[in-house]
């Protein structure tokens, strides 16, 4: 069967991946392309009696432009299963990736049509729902992530958490290896982080938001989710690619309201390599199709490797109804599927969110951990600083001039004034 066709113009009801692809040596790229259209869909590395004339005419992929390395390929929707990223996953980043015929195979992009983006639910709450929850509509969230990431007890990590609540951070998060360890269980940690939280919203006047990581196995992962709601949380987080697809969307589809914190760990496993793997875009997307309400999206700025444009195309994936298609881009119409709210982390201290600002605007939340509990004076002036670095961003206020006047900056200044990565 022969799938290169590129007099080919995809229908609104196509499936378009963009593929980087390297042959392996001897192949060429087309005869390579024909074998990945091939194996991702109907076909098989032979002929078998067993094709039906009709089921190759109305299902086969369509090859509609090649541009070395890069190949385009059109699926009929029929093919996927709607509402099942596993499924979906399994056809256009599955078995290809272990084929002989391929020496380099990266899913670039992809762009779902309306009749299977309309059979996900997306984002419960999404970007807007969490300021109103939050109460924070004018300015970027800030938040920060416990330190050390393992190793406190659930009572000093409560603790950690109200400092940083009360000296002004919106949020805080279990880092991403913290679940349910013999030093810092799981429910006593839930229930002592609640309390703390509680005791911030009183004394500050804010709604604070408490993440707890329900990362788990199935069964666990859902009775953690109880235990979250029937502790009056605002939030649960979950490991998205640890977890699987399968596993968020099963998280998602029993949240009852609660917004979802999406951590990325171990992304860059498969999208690190420029050439092989999915790209951080490709795997963005697919979180907001999954239903997560926030996203790690990188900080450009920070100790993460990410590059800027790409991080700049996932954020607006995450924030746009509509995101137009253009060189090497398949955009997508999000249909009625709420925007997810970007966050920034990763090496970021507080001279950092001017940069970040600069790059996302107020719609980020900004996560710093060592960035907080690293000043001097301890992770409530932390948080301090943070505020009133994000306040003087908003006023147009250089960094040196708030150093100068304010003793909570100015001793963070002195320590990571001029630090970049």
């Given at each position: 069967?022969?799938?290169?066709?590129?007099?080919?113009?995809?229908?609104?009801n196509?499936?378009?991946?963009?593929?980087?692809?390297t042959?392996?040596?001897g192949?060429?790229?087309?005869?390579?392309?024909?074998?990945?259209?091939?194996?991702?869909?109907?076909?098989?590395?032979?002929?078998v009696?067993?094709?039906?004339?009709?089921?190759?005419?109305?299902?086969?992929?369509?090859?509609?432009?090649?541009?070395?390395?890069?190949?385009?390929?059109?699926?009929?929707?029929?093919l996927?299963?709607?509402?099942?990223?596993?499924?979906?996953?399994?056809?256009?980043?599955?078995n290809?990736?272990g084929?002989?015929?391929?020496?380099?195979?990266?899913?670039e992009?992809?762009?779902?049509?309306?009749?299977?983006?309309?059979?996900?639910?997306?984002?419960?709450?999404?970007?807007?729902?969490?300021?109103?929850?939050?109460?924070?509509?004018?300015?970027?969230?800030?938040?920060?992530?416990?330190?050390p990431?393992?190793?406190?007890?659930?009572?000093?990590?409560?603790?950690?958490?109200?400092?940083?609540m009360a000296?002004?951070?919106?949020?805080v998060?279990d880092?991403?290896?913290?679940?349910?360890?013999?030093?810092?269980?799981?429910?006593?940690?839930?229930?002592?982080s609640?309390?703390?939280?509680?005791?911030?919203?009183?004394?500050?006047?804010?709604?604070?938001?408490?993440?707890?990581?329900?990362?788990?196995?199935?069964?666990?992962?859902?009775?953690?989710?109880e235990?979250?709601?029937?502790?009056?949380s605002?939030?649960?987080?979950?490991?998205?690619?640890?977890?699987?697809?399968?596993?968020?969307?099963?998280?998602?589809?029993?949240?009852?309201?609660?917004?979802?914190?999406?951590?990325?760990?171990?992304?860059?496993?498969?999208?690190?390599?420029?050439?092989?793997?999915?790209?951080?875009?490709a795997?963005?997307k697919?979180?907001?199709?999954?239903?997560?309400?926030?996203?790690?999206?990188?900080?450009?700025?920070?100790k993460?490797?990410?590059?800027?444009?790409?991080?700049?195309?996932?954020?607006?994936?995450?924030?746009?109804?509509?995101?137009?298609?253009?060189?090497?881009?398949?955009?997508?119409?999000?249909?009625?599927?709420?925007?997810?709210?970007?966050?920034?982390?990763?090496g970021?201290?507080?001279?950092?969110?001017?940069?970040?600002?600069?790059?996302?605007?107020?719609?980020?939340?900004?996560?710093?951990?060592?960035?907080?509990?690293?000043?001097?004076d301890?992770?409530?002036?932390?948080?301090?600083?943070?505020?009133?670095?994000?306040?003087?961003?908003?006023?147009?206020?250089?960094?040196?001039?708030?150093?100068?006047?304010?003793?909570?900056?100015?001793?963070?200044?002195?320590?990571?004034?001029?630090?970049?990565?």
């Open positions: 069967m022969q799938y290169l066709d590129l007099g080919y113009s995809p229908t609104d196509d499936l378009l991946t963009l593929y980087r692809l042959p392996a040596e192949k060429t790229l087309e005869e390579v392309a024909e074998a990945l259209a091939g194996e991702s869909s109907i076909g098989t590395w032979t002929d009696s067993t094709m039906i004339p009709e089921v190759g005419e109305n299902l086969k992929p369509h090859i509609y432009k090649i541009a070395e390395p890069y190949v385009w390929i059109a699926y009929p929707s029929q996927f299963e709607p509402g099942s990223l596993p499924q979906i996953l399994s056809s256009i980043a599955g290809i990736y084929m002989k015929a391929i020496d380099r195979l990266r899913l992009d992809f762009r779902f049509p309306r009749v299977l983006t309309e059979s996900f639910a997306g984002p419960a709450l999404g970007r807007d729902g969490v300021r109103e929850m939050l109460g924070v509509a004018d300015r970027p969230l800030i938040g920060t992530i416990v330190k990431k393992v190793g406190l007890s659930s009572e000093q990590f409560a603790e950690v958490l109200y400092e940083a000296g002004g951070c919106d949020l998060k880092d991403e290896n913290l679940t349910d360890q013999g030093f810092n269980r799981f429910e006593k940690r839930l229930e002592l609640l309390k703390a939280a509680e005791r911030a919203e009183r004394e500050t006047g804010e709604r604070k938001g408490y993440m707890p990581n329900v990362t788990a196995p199935g069964d666990e992962l859902l009775r953690r989710l235990l979250v709601k029937q502790a009056g605002r939030y649960v987080m979950i490991d998205v690619v640890t977890t699987g697809f399968a596993g968020v969307q099963m998280l998602r589809n029993h949240t009852d309201g609660l917004a979802i914190h999406a951590h990325r760990a171990m992304y860059a496993a498969f999208s690190r390599v420029p050439d092989h793997g999915m790209s951080t875009l795997f963005s697919l979180t907001r199709f999954a239903g997560v309400d926030q996203l790690h999206v990188g900080t450009i700025v920070g993460m490797e990410g590059d800027k444009d790409e991080i700049l195309r996932m954020h607006q994936e995450m924030n746009n109804a509509v995101v137009e298609p253009g060189d090497r881009l398949l955009g997508q119409d999000w249909g009625t599927l709420k925007p997810v709210l970007s966050v920034a982390s990763g970021v201290h507080p001279f950092l969110i001017p940069a970040i600002m600069g790059h996302f605007g107020h719609e980020v939340a900004i996560m710093q951990g060592g960035g907080i509990h690293g000043h001097p301890g992770s409530r002036a932390g948080a301090r600083t943070a505020r009133k670095v994000v306040d003087a961003v908003l006023k147009g206020e250089s960094m040196e001039s708030l150093a100068e006047r304010d003793t909570d900056v100015g001793k963070a200044y002195k320590i990571w004034g001029h630090k970049s990565w």
